[in-house]
């Protein structure tokens, strides 16, 4: 029977950042985009079957029979974690395995501009991180509650489904909450915490209607709330939670978006060529005077020309970030301007490099 911690402590000790379990092929692992073929024999349904009941047991295996949908995070022997999304295809058992780190890192090693120092000096309102699957939000959510967490002492409480990052108490006390485990879901964990005296109230994902206007409440009585949405920049994630509502009930959330949101931070991961490893390239809108008259005015198409015209403030659009990472020797020219908003233009403001760039073709090739 295959072992799913061994497959896991390879996938670790090659430097993975997923493992994928399809029934039929050998194990496969992503590392700095590229899929690579574990040396491994292919997985039967029997094998995979068994490697989530040994990871969750039989009463969550039961749940998992009934909705074909899990997730979970499991621990190997070392120490390390993931975040698992056990699931059904073609009537086989398939998983997909996330690395999670076990340093919480510091804001400048992400490389995360330089304003979300001042984000975690705030004392209340609603800062967003956005991003598509895999772009690094959690990272960077983590490190920022670990900044607090060294630099206040602050009550603060997670909700997470699952939970990714351990965080230790330092000068902070911090609660870290499981969705389904330790609450039923984020709607149900929202409504109570608000009597639990927090300071700092960090949601995972505003995934519904009823967990976004929980989490929008908590702002606007007085906490400071982190949260995450799968959109890719500011306009789109502000549209994205006022399209949540009602029409009915639009105009009111604008006002009240408008009077708690303090900034959104959209990251894109980038395949670094100077080194291995991903760099992040960064929109930021921070919520000025202009940006909560755009907002409760509903003129969001003008959020990108005050993000464009507010570089002194710390805003910087997803192509400046771009452009100059590119500049700072960190990321590929073709890549950087095939995911730019505007690649026309981003080909004739980048500089050509001497030097011959590392080659971004996937490869399949066995570990």
């Known amino acids: 029977m295959m072992n799913i911690k061994h497959i896991l402590a390879n996938a670790i000790e090659y430097g993975a950042s997923d493992v994928h379990i399809n029934v039929g092929m050998a194990p496969v692992l992503r590392k700095n985009t590229e899929l690579v073929d574990m040396e491994f024999p292919p997985i039967s349904n029997e094998d995979a079957r068994e490697m989530v009941l040994s990871m969750v047991g039989p009463d969550m295996f039961k749940k998992f029979q009934e909705k074909c949908d899990l997730d979970f995070s499991t621990t190997i022997d070392d120490g390390h974690r993931f975040r698992v999304n056990a699931h059904v295809q073609r009537?086989?058992?398939?998983?997909?395995?996330?690395?999670?780190?076990?340093?919480?890192?510091?804001?400048?090693?992400?490389?995360?501009?330089?304003i979300v120092h001042d984000l975690i000096d705030l004392p209340r309102g609603l800062v967003?991180?956005?991003?598509?699957?895999?772009?690094?939000?959690?990272?960077?959510?983590?490190a920022m509650i670990g900044s607090i967490n060294k630099k206040y002492g602050k009550r603060i409480i997670t909700l997470e489904d699952p939970i990714e990052y351990l965080l230790e108490n330092h000068r902070s006390m911090i609660e870290q909450?499981?969705?389904?485990?330790?609450?039923?879901s984020f709607a149900s964990g929202l409504k109570h915490v608000l009597r639990q005296?927090?300071?700092?109230?960090m949601v995972g994902e505003m995934r519904d209607l009823?967990?976004?206007?929980?989490?929008?409440?908590?702002?606007?009585?007085g906490h400071l709330v982190f949260s995450t949405l799968h959109t890719i920049n500011a306009s789109q994630t502000i549209e994205r939670i006022i399209d949540i509502y009602p029409a009915s009930q639009q105009n009111q959330i604008r006002a009240m978006l408008a009077g708690t949101l303090q900034?959104?931070?959209?990251?894109?991961?980038f395949k670094r060529i100077d080194k291995p490893g991903m760099v992040p390239c960064i929109e930021i809108l921070l919520c000025t005077s202009a940006t909560r008259n755009c907002i409760?005015?509903?003129?969001?198409?003008?959020?990108?020309?005050?993000?464009?015209?507010?570089?002194?403030?710390?805003?910087?659009?997803?192509?400046?970030?771009?452009?100059?990472?590119?500049n700072k020797g960190y990321i590929d020219r073709e890549e950087a301007i095939a995911r730019s908003t505007n690649p026309g233009k981003m080909d004739k403001i980048l500089p050509a490099r001497q030097q011959l760039e590392v080659s971004r073709k996937p490869s399949l090739l066995k570990v």
Not at 128 to 142: F, I, N, P, Q, R
Not at 263 to 269: K, N, Y
């Open 91 to 114: 009537d086989t058992i398939a998983m997909s395995f996330r690395v999670i780190p076990n340093k919480v890192f510091d804001v400048d090693e992400l490389h995360l501009p330089p």
């Open 263 to 269: 900034a959104v931070i959209s990251q894109t991961l």
């Open 197 to 201: 005296d927090p300071d700092i109230i």
């Open 210 to 221: 009823e967990t976004t206007s929980f989490t929008i409440t908590a702002a606007e009585t």
């Open 128 to 142: 967003l991180v956005t991003g598509h699957t895999g772009s690094g939000k959690s990272t960077s959510l983590a």
């Open 296 to 326: 409760r005015e509903n003129r969001v198409y003008e959020i990108p020309n005050i993000i464009e015209t507010s570089r002194r403030l710390g805003m910087q659009s997803l192509d400046n970030s771009i452009a100059d990472t590119y």
């Open 177 to 184: 909450r499981e969705i389904g485990s330790d609450c039923p």
